[in-house]
C-alpha cells in the first residue's frame, strides 16, 4: 500500500493548546481532523508536514449547540453527525442534503465539517501519486512550473470540492478562527480565493473551530437547496454542484436570494448576477431560465475532474436552475440525482 | 443427482466471509523482506543509466536488481515473448518497472526507491492504433508485423462478394469500444520463500500458475522441479492475473539471492499499469441482409490498440473475429485484423477476451437492420439462430445452442412484445445476444497432453483428498471440483478435501481464463471419480454378493438399488477395496476433442461447446441533460446444466455489473502533455475513486434466467457461466438507448454529453447518432481464403500445405493456436 512519511503526532486536549503547537512549529504544521483528505494526500505526497496536530482530542471543537437563534456547528463535528443533528435536519434541512451527499457514509463518519470546508482544492493533474507526478514533471500547485489544465494560464486551475461549503455560502454562514494570538469571525465566503493553490484566506496557525448558522436561514425563513452532479450517488465528488437560498417577500418575489456553485472555481463560486437579476422579480420559469444562463457565464468547467469540461458546463445551467425551482417549489425540470434529496 | 443443481453453500464460502481465507498478502512468514518497484516515468524512452548507489545506502536495502540482473525474456505467448521482468536498454509505458529495491520493510524498500536515479533519452511516443500505423518510426519494439504493428489477420470464408450480390440491404456501421481494466478487488502479490537445494516456492495471485511456472524455469534458469507455484485464491481475476508478470520472477529471484522470504505487493496504481485489460478497438461492420433478416454475407475489420507488449494480444486479435459465427446464420464472411503497439500499459483478456467488442458492433448493427427491415430485433434474431451441432463458416464446430430459449424468456420476462417501441418518451427497451467459449480449444504452447488432470486419494476413514491444478479466483471452481466429487461417489461436501492450484503437488490445470474451468476440470474431476467409483463398487460388490453394476453411490453409502438396506458405508467400501488393491487413487484428465479448421489461425475460437445468453435492458433517459439510468436488467444464459445455482446467479449477476461498467463509465483513459512542452503521456486516473466503476447503489433490478440444455460434452451436461453474460449487456444498453429517445450510439462508454449531442444532431435534422465516422486505412496483409463448409472445403485455406496449424513454421516457433 502507499506509506505515510515520517512526522510528529500531536493529540492537544484543549484549544490553546493546539494554538500554541501551530504557532511554535511553525511551516511544518498541520491541523488533522478526521484525516480523510490530509492522510491520502500526504501517502501522495502533495501535501507535507513534519508535524501534524490533531484536533479530535478537543471536546469543544466537536458540539453542536442550538440555542434556538444561531446554530453553532463544532468544526469536529462529523459530517455523519452533523447530517443526522435534529437542529440541522429539523432548521436547516439544504444542509443536511448536501453534507449527506458527500462522500460515503464510513468517509463520512470520519470526515469532519471543519474538514470538509477546508478540503485541498482538487484536479487529476495533482491527486495522483508522487510517480505520477514526476511523469509530467509535476504542475504549477505543487513542485512544478505549469497548470497543465491550462499550460498557458499564470493560475493554477484546481477546483473547490466541498459540498457542505456552496450550501452554507448560500445560507450566510459564517466561521470562527483562532490561533495563539486572538480570534475572528468572517462569513464562510471570505475564507475562500479563487485560486487553485491558496485558496483559503487563513493564517496557516489559525484554526477553523466553528460554523455559526444564522437564524434568518433557518427553514421558516428561507428556503435553500442543493443540487449535486456526480458520476456515482455512492462516493463520488461533485463535477457540479449549485445551492440555493432564496427569502420571498409576502407577495412572493424573491427578498434576498445567493447562488452558490461548487466545483465549477476553485472556491464556491457565488453567482452575483444571478441573484441581481432575480432580486425583487418572482421565481418563475422565465426568471429561472435567465439565471441559470448567468450561472453558466459565470463557471469555469475545465478538464480536470469527471466528465467532458463543455458538457460540465451546461449542467451549471441545468443544476442551478433545478436549485433555484426548488427553492421556488416548482418542479426541478431534470431527472433527480441517484443520492437523497 | 443429489448434490449436483443444487444452491449448496460454496465450499470456501465461511473461510471468505468470516476472514479465514489466506490470499497472497496474507502470507508473511519470519524473516521476509519486501519488494517495492522503480517504475518508468517515461513513456516511451532509452535507458541511459541507472544509478543504484544511493538506494544500495538507503536504511534497511537488502538487494536492488536491475533489468540487466533477469536478461530471459518471457511473455504468456510463445509467439511474443516480449517481455523482461525489469526493463532493459528502454521503456515503453509510464508505469512500467525498471528498477528493484528489497529491504527489511516495505517502508524502507518505498523510501530506497525514491533515490534511484534513472537516466532517460526521451523518445517520440504512440498513444493510439491510428497513429501506430501512421507512424512506423520509432519503433516500440523490433518484431511484429512491421512498424508499430503487432499483428495482421486477414481471413475470407466463403465468396464473400457473391454473398453481398445476395443481398436486399447492405449496412455499413463504424463503432468504438474503448479500453477497461479488470479492477479485482485484490491487488497482485506475490511471496517467493527459498526452500532446501536450490529450491523456492512462489506463492502468487496468479490464475495461471502451470504458465507462471513455465516461465520462471526460463527466466531463472532452474530445472522446473526445482520451481514450485502455488497460486493462492485470488481476490477476483478477470483475466488481469493470467499473464506472468515481472513482479513474479522478482520475488522469486531474490529468495534464491538472498535466502529468505521476499513479498511483494502491488499498490492499486500498479495495478493499473499491469492492465492486460479490454483493447480499445476500432471496428466498421458491413453486412448483407435479405428482406427476412437473414444475412449473406459479413465483414468485418477490427484496429486494436495493444499497448506496449505482446500479452494474449495476437490470441486477441483472433477473437475479436472468431466468435462472430456462432450465435446465428453467417454463410459467408471476413475478419480482418491488426493489432498496434503503443506507450501504454499492455492490454489482453479481459472477461470476454476479445469478444465484447465486436459483439456490441455485430448487436447494434442488428437493431439497425431490424429497423430497416422493419423488423422486430427479437424476431429476427429467432428466425436465424445458427443450429446446434452446425460447423461455422470458419469451421467452429457448435455444441448445444440455448440461444433460441434464451431469448425467449427475456422477451416474456420484460414484456418485450408489448413494451418494445411503445414507452413514453425517455423510457426504452434494448435487446443483444452472446456466446463464448466453455474453453479454448488448445493450449497457448504447443503440446498434445491434457489441458487439466484430477488426482482422487481414498481414505480409508471415508476421506476423499481431490488434487487439481485448478485455481479458485472468486468463481466457485473449488466448489464445482468438490461438487462432481462428491456427486459420482454420493458423499457429502464435508467428505472431500481438496489440494488446487499448486504445481508441486497436483495435476497440471493450465488456469482459470477462457472459462474452461468447470467443462475441463470438470470433465477430469469426473472421469477421476467414476474410476474411484468403479473400484469401490468392484470390492463393495464382493463384500455384498451383488453386481457392481447393481450398486448405488448415496447419503456415504453403497447400497443395492433393489435393497437400499443391503449395504456399506462409503468408508467400508474403501476399507474393502483398498484391502483388495492396496492404496487407493485414481487419476482423470481431460483433452478437448479436436476442431475441424485447418487454416493458419484457426487455433483461435473453437472450443468444446459454446454458451449462450440473452439480455433486455430497460433504461431511463433524461434527454435535458443525457443522463440516464438502467432500470432492469433481464439476462438469460444457456448453462447447460448448473452444478450450483447460486454460483451460476453470480457470475450472471457479477458478469452484468461488469458490462454496465463497461458501457456505462470504465475507461482506461490516458492523458498526453502538448507534445511541445513535455513527452508525458499518463494513465489518466490510476485510482479506485477515479476510473469510474459503478457501485452496488448503480446496479439495477437484474431477473435471470438460467437456461439449462445439458450438453454431452460438458461435466454433467455444465457450460460455461464466467463470462457468457456480459458480452449482451453493452449493446442492450445502446439498442435501449435508441428506444428512449431514438439516439445512436455507437461506442462505449456511452456518457451523456454523446446522447445530448446525438439529439442535437437530431434536432438538426441530421443523423441522431454518436461514433466514429470511418475506419482508417489498414494494411491487413494477405487474405487467407478458407471455403467453407458449406462450400465443400475440408478446413483448409486454399494453396495452404496440408500441414495446417500441425506443421511449425519455419522460424521454429509453434504457430498460434490457443485461447
Known amino acids: 500500500m502507499l506509506r505515510l512519511p515520517p512526522f510528529d503526532f500531536r493529540a492537544p486536549r484543549r484549544l490553546a493548546e493546539a494554538a500554541a503547537i501551530l504557532a511554535g512549529e511553525g511551516d511544518g504544521a498541520r491541523v488533522v481532523a478526521g484525516g480523510t483528505d490530509l492522510w491520502p494526500n500526504m501517502k501522495r505526497r502533495h501535501q507535507h508536514a513534519t508535524t501534524v496536530v490533531s484536533l479530535m482530542g478537543i471536546p469543544e471543537l466537536a458540539a453542536v449547540d442550538d440555542g434556538g437563534g444561531e446554530l453553532r456547528l463544532g468544526a469536529t463535528a462529523t459530517l455523519a453527525q452533523v447530517a443526522a443533528s435534529d437542529a440541522v435536519r429539523r432548521r436547516y434541512p439544504a444542509l443536511a442534503c448536501a453534507v449527506r451527499s458527500i462522500s460515503s457514509p464510513p468517509l463520512r463518519n ?232 | 443427482m443429489k448434490l449436483v443443481g443444487t444452491p449448496f453453500r460454496r465450499v470456501d464460502g465461511r473461510a471468505k466471509v468470516t476472514g479465514q481465507t489466506r490470499f497472497a498478502d496474507d502470507l508473511t512468514p519470519p524473516r521476509t523482506c519486501f519488494v517495492r518497484l522503480v517504475r518508468s516515468t517515461l513513456p516511451h ?255 468485418l475489420k477490427t484496429l486494436l490498440d495493444g499497448g506496449a507488449y505482446g500479452s494474449y494480444g495476437v490470441a486477441s486479435t483472433f477473437y475479436t473475429g472468431a466468435l462472430q459465427t456462432v450465435t446465428y446464420n453467417l454463410p459467408r464472411y471476413r475478419f480482418d485484423g491488426l493489432r498496434a503497439f503503443t506507450n501504454k500499459p499492455p492490454c489482453g483478456p479481459k472477461r470476454g477476451h476479445g469478444t465484447p467488442q465486436p459483439r456490441f458492433a455485430f448487436e447494434v448493427h442488428l437493431d439497425k437492420a431490424a429497423h430497416a427491415l422493419g423488423l422486430d430485433p427479437a424476431a429476427l434474431r429467432l428466425r436465424h439462430l445458427a443450429p446446434a451441432e452446425a460447423v461455422t463458416a470458419n469451421w467452429l464446430k457448435l455444441g448445444t445452442v440455448g440461444l433460441g430459449r434464451c431469448i425467449e424468456a427475456v422477451v416474456e420476462g420484460s414484456g418485450w412484445r408489448r413494451r418494445y417501441g411503445k414507452l413514453p418518451y425517455g423510457r426504452g427497451l434494448g435487446l443483444a445476444c452472446g456466446a463464448y467459449l466453455c474453453g479454448a480449444g488448445l493450449p497457448i504452447y504447443w503440446n498434445h497432453m491434457p489441458q487439466s488432470g484430477v488426482q482422487i486419494l481414498l481414505d480409508r476413514g471415508g476421506g476423499v483428498a481431490v488434487y487439481c491444478g485448478q485455481t479458485e479466483i472468486g468463481q466457485g471452481s473449488d466448489s464445482v471440483l468438490a461438487a462432481i466429487v462428491a456427486e459420482v461417489l454420493g458423499i457429502g461436501l464435508e467428505d472431500v478435501r481438496l489440494c488446487v492450484a499448486d ?96 487454416y493458419k489461425g484457426a487455433g483461435v475460437g473453437p472450443s468444446p461447446t459454446y454458451s449462450y445468453s440473452a439480455a433486455v435492458l430497460e433504461v431511463e433517459v433524461d434527454p435535458a441533460t443525457g443522463l440516464y439510468e438502467v432500470l432492469h436488467v433481464w439476462i438469460a444464459h444457456d448453462v447447460g446444466r448448473s452444478i450450483n445455482p447460486t454460483l451460476v446467479l453470480g457470475q450472471v449477476e457479477g458478469s452484468v455489473y461488469m458490462g454496465l461498467g463497461e458501457a456505462m463509465m470504465e475507461e482506461q483513459a490516458f492523458r498526453r502533455l502538448p507534445r511541445r512542452l513535455s513527452p508525458a503521456l499518463v494513465h489518466k486516473m490510476p485510482s479506485v475513486l477515479e476510473y469510474k466503476s459503478p457501485t452496488f447503489r448503480d446496479m439495477p433490478e437484474i431477473t435471470t434466467y438460467l437456461i439449462e440444455d445439458p450438453d454431452p460434452r460438458g461435466p454433467l451436461g455444465a457450460k460455461e457461466v464466467g463470462q457468457g453474460p456480459l458480452l449482451p449487456i453493452p449493446p442492450a444498453l445502446a439498442n435501449a438507448i435508441f428506444d428512449a429517445v431514438g439516439a445512436r450510439i455507437d461506442q462505449v462508454p456511452i456518457h451523456p454529453h454523446m446522447i445530448l449531442r446525438a439529439l442535437a444532431a437530431q434536432a438538426k435534422g441530421e443523423e441522431p447518432r454518436c461514433g466514429p465516422r470511418a475506419f482508417p486505412a489498414v494494411d491487413f496483409g494477405p487474405t487467407l481464403r478458407v471455403p467453407t463448409p458449406e462450400e465443400g472445403g475440408d478446413g483448409r485455406a486454399l494453396g495452404e500445405d496440408r500441414g495446417g496449424t500441425m506443421s511449425r513454421p519455419a522460424s521454429g516457433r509453434p504457430a498460434v493456436r490457443h485461447g
Open chain 2, 45 to 299: 524512452a532509452r535507458i541511459r543509466a541507472i544509478d543504484l548507489e544511493p538506494a544500495r545506502r538507503m536504511p534497511g536495502v537488502l538487494a536492488v536488481l536491475t533489468g540487466d540482473d533477469l536478461p530471459i525474456p518471457f511473455g504468456i505467448l510463445p509467439v511474443s515473448e516480449d517481455e523482461h521482468a525489469l526493463a532493459r536498454g528502454k521503456v515503453r509505458y509510464v508505469g512500467e518497472p525498471v528498477v528493484a529495491v528489497a529491504a527489511l520493510t516495505e517502508e524502507q524498500a518505498d523510501e530506497a526507491t525514491r533515490a534511484v536515479r534513472v537516466d532517460y533519452e526521451p523518445l517520440a511516443t504512440i498513444a493510439s492504433a491510428e497513429e501506430a500505423i501512421a507512424t512506423p518510426e520509432p519503433r516500440i519494439h523490433d518484431y511484429g508485423a512491421g512498424g508499430n504493428v503487432h499483428k495482421r489477420v486477414s481471413l475470407e470464408f466463403g465468396d464473400l462478394e457473391a454473398g453481398f450480390a445476395e443481398a436486399d440491404v447492405i449496412l455499413e456501421d463504424d463503432c468504438f469500444f474503448d479500453g477497461n481494466t479488470h479492477l479485482p478487488i485484490e491487488q497482485h502479490a506475490a511471496l517467493a520463500v527459498p526452500e532446501d537445494e536450490g529450491r523456492v516456492t512462489l506463492y502468487s495471485s496468479t490464475q495461471t500458475p502451470h504458465y507462471v511456472h513455465r516461465a520462471l524455469a526460463k527466466v531463472l534458469q532452474l530445472p522446473p522441479a526445482r520451481i514450485r507455484v502455488v497460486a493462492c485464491p485470488n481476490g477476483g481475476g478477470f483475466g488481469g492475473k493470467s499473464d506472468v508478470f515481472g513482479h513474479e520472477i522478482v520475488v522469486a529471484r531474490l529468495a534464491l539471492e538472498l535466502g529468505r522470504p521476499v513479498k511483494i505487493t502491488l499498490t492499486r496504481e500498479e495495478v493499473f499499469y499491469c492492465h492486460r485489460g479490454r483493447h480499445p478497438v476500432r471496428m466498421h461492420l458491413k453486412t448483407g441482409f435479405r428482406k427476412d433478416g437473414s444475412i449473406t454475407a459479413q465483414h
Open chain 2, 503 to 598: 504445481t508441486g503437488l497436483t495435476p497440471v490445470d493450465l488456469g482459470s481464463y477462457s472459462s474452461r474451468v468447470t467443462l475441463m476440470a470438470g470433465n477430469a474431476a469426473l472421469q477421476a471419480a467414476e474410476r474411484a467409483r468403479a473400484i469401490l463398487a468392484e470390492a463393495a460388490g464382493e463384500r455384498l454378493g451383488r453386481d457392481p453394476q447393481s450398486l448405488v453411490f448415496a447419503g456415504g453409502r453403497v447400497f443395492d438399488a433393489a435393497e437400499p438396506e443391503h449395504g456399506l458405508t462409503f468408508a467400508q467400501a474403501v476399507i474393502e477395496a483398498e484391502t483388495r488393491n492396496g492404496t487407493l487413487a485414481t487419476t482423470g484428465s481431460y483433452v478437448p476433442p479436436r476442431a475441424p479448421g485447418r
Open chain 1, 110 to 341: 470520519m470526515g469532519t465539517l471543519g474538514g470538509n470546508l477546508c478540503l485541498d482544492t482538487r484536479c487529476t493533474y495533482y491527486n495522483q501519486t508522487e510517480p505520477w507526478r514526476r511523469a509530467i514533471d509535476f504542475c504549477m500547485k505543487e513542485a512544478g512550473t505549469v497548470c497543465w489544465v491550462a499550460p498557458s494560464s499564470p493560475r493554477c486551475w484546481a477546483h473547490a470540492a466541498s459540498d457542505a461549503a456552496p450550501m452554507l455560502c448560500a445560507l450566510g454562514a459564517r466561521v470562527l478562527l483562532r490561533a495563539h494570538d486572538g480570534e475572528r469571525v468572517v462569513p464562510l465566503e471570505e475564507l475562500y480565493r479563487d485560486d487553485g493553490i491558496d485558496y483559503l484566506n487563513k493564517r496557516r496557525e489559525e484554526i477553523l473551530c466553528a460554523v455559526l448558522l444564522p437564524a434568518e436561514a433557518a427553514v421558516e425563513h428561507c428556503a435553500g437547496s442543493f443540487w449535486k452532479l456526480r458520476r456515482r450517488g455512492a462516493i463520488d465528488f461533485a463535477v457540479v454542484s449549485a445551492a440555493a437560498a432564496a427569502w420571498f417577500d409576502a407577495g412572493g418575489a424573491v427578498e434576498r436570494l445567493r447562488l452558490v456553485l461548487g466545483a465549477v472555481a476553485s472556491r464556491p463560486l457565488r453567482v452575483v448576477a444571478a441573484e441581481e437579476l432575480l432580486a425583487g422579480r418572482r421565481l418563475d420559469e422565465e426568471a429561472v431560465a435567465e439565471a441559470a444562463r448567468l450561472a453558466r457565464k459565470a463557471a469555469t468547467p475545465m478538464d480536470n475532474t469527471d466528465f467532458q469540461a463543455q458538457w460540465r458546463g451546461l449542467m451549471v445551467e441545468r443544476y442551478a436552475a433545478a436549485a433555484l425551482r426548488q427553492a421556488a417549489g416548482l418542479e426541478p425540470g431534470i431527472r433527480p440525482p441517484h443520492h437523497p434529496l
